[in-house]
């Protein structure tokens, strides 16, 4: 069965960075698009960035310039890296698959996700 399994989120300074690293099991990673969602306390789980099968990027706009999205397909692997980290950023962060290969940045156009894991930027 499909399995994703984030890793990485801790506590990190305002400025700090940080990697999020999904390990994907139980499908043919390399053929569909991936993508990474956060949720904060009280507030709707929003996009973050996806990758499709091929490494093409998009960004929201909150994050851009900041965060690298990147995939390893040898190793069944997606990673999101974070820099300049604010405290606005700090969430709950989600990866997910997408319904095929090209980039999507819906919530709708997903049909796994992982457990999610904590980032917390504080001071």
């Known amino acids: 069965q499909v399995q994703l399994v984030e890793s990485g989120g801790r506590l990190v300074q305002p400025g700090g960075s940080l990697r999020l690293s999904c390990a994907a099991s139980?499908?043919?990673?390399?053929?569909?698009?991936m993508g990474w969602f956060r949720q904060a306390p009280g507030k709707e789980r929003e996009f973050v960035a996806t990758i499709n099968w091929v490494g093409s990027t998009i960004y929201a706009d909150s994050v851009k310039g900041r965060f690298t999205i990147s995939r390893d397909n040898a190793k069944n692997t997606l990673y999101l890296q974070m820099s300049s980290l604010k405290p606005e950023d700090t969430a709950v962060y989600y990866c997910?698959?997408?319904?095929?290969?090209?980039?999507?940045?819906?919530?709708?156009?997903?049909?796994?996700w992982g457990q999610g894991t904590q980032v917390t930027v504080s001071s």
């Open positions: 997910a698959r997408a319904t095929g290969p090209s980039t999507r940045s819906s919530a709708n156009e997903y049909d796994y």
């Open positions: 139980g499908y043919m990673f390399s053929n569909y698009a």
